[in-house]
């Protein structure tokens, strides 16, 4: 397979979201609103429609763009929740911030496809699904139905063996295999607007996952935006014998990397921090 990188870092990028065309030539922050009791790092903080929505806007404010609303915790261990329970657990927090922010985008991390109709009918504006339609076989279809933007993430093929280390190729050959796959799959369900997420966490080592900051303009054919989701990972602040909520300076260092390298949405928890990050990146 032929990697392609060139000016991929200065690509035009943009997406429609409910007829709203969203420009990415600007990296843009994903703001990350767990309403689970069972997060890593902020779980039980803001599962509750109040609370959930003064955090959104506290990182509206910040300077996120786009708001994930997480009704499921998908770390290792993570209580495993149906679809009715990921809606029970949405309840109104999506209408909520739209109805007080109408102008933010809100994406829905979830893998079930019942799920993306109830966030649709709530005003969703973006799929973000963690399992690249594996873990619900009606997955791209609806999201082709809705014509909402849809997240397409490398990860192994079962909800049981997705932080399993499991691939012994060159990962950034695997990611790719992987993507050139899902987006035929998904073009052929009408899905027109794909952002790529390489899938930091999620079933590769401490190195690989390196190697694919290291070569993250590799990734994706230089046809699609990326998102990068490192914030709060283990592969960062295991190594360093730090805790989660202790690694910021190294993750902002990762971040200005993946921006260099073309990143064009951080999904991340401290917005404010980050913010600060891509001021400073778009100033040079």
Known sequence: ????STNYPHSFFSINCRGKL???SSPKIMGILNLTPDSFSDGGKFNEEKAALSHAEKMLKSGAEIIDVGPQSTRPNAQFLSASEEISRIGKVISLIKKEFPDALISLDTFYAEVVKFGFNEGLDIV???SGGMFDDKMFETVGETGLPYILMHVNPTYESMH????????????????SEKIQELRSFGVKDIILDPGFGFGKTVEQQHQMIDELEHIGFGKYPLLVGISRKSFIYKPLGKQPLDINDETQKLHRKVLEKG?????????????????SFLKN
Not at 1 to 4: A, G, S
Not at 263 to 279: G, M
């Open 22 to 24: 969203i420009d990415l």
């Open 263 to 279: 990143a064009k949405i951080l999904r991340v928890h401290d917005v404010p921090a980050v913010k600060k990050t891509i001021d």
């Open 128 to 130: 973000n699904d963690i």
């Open 164 to 179: 399993e280390k499991l691939i012994e190729d060159d990962i950034i050959l695997n990611i790719n295999s992987y993507f």
């Open 1 to 4: 397979m032929k990697l392609q």
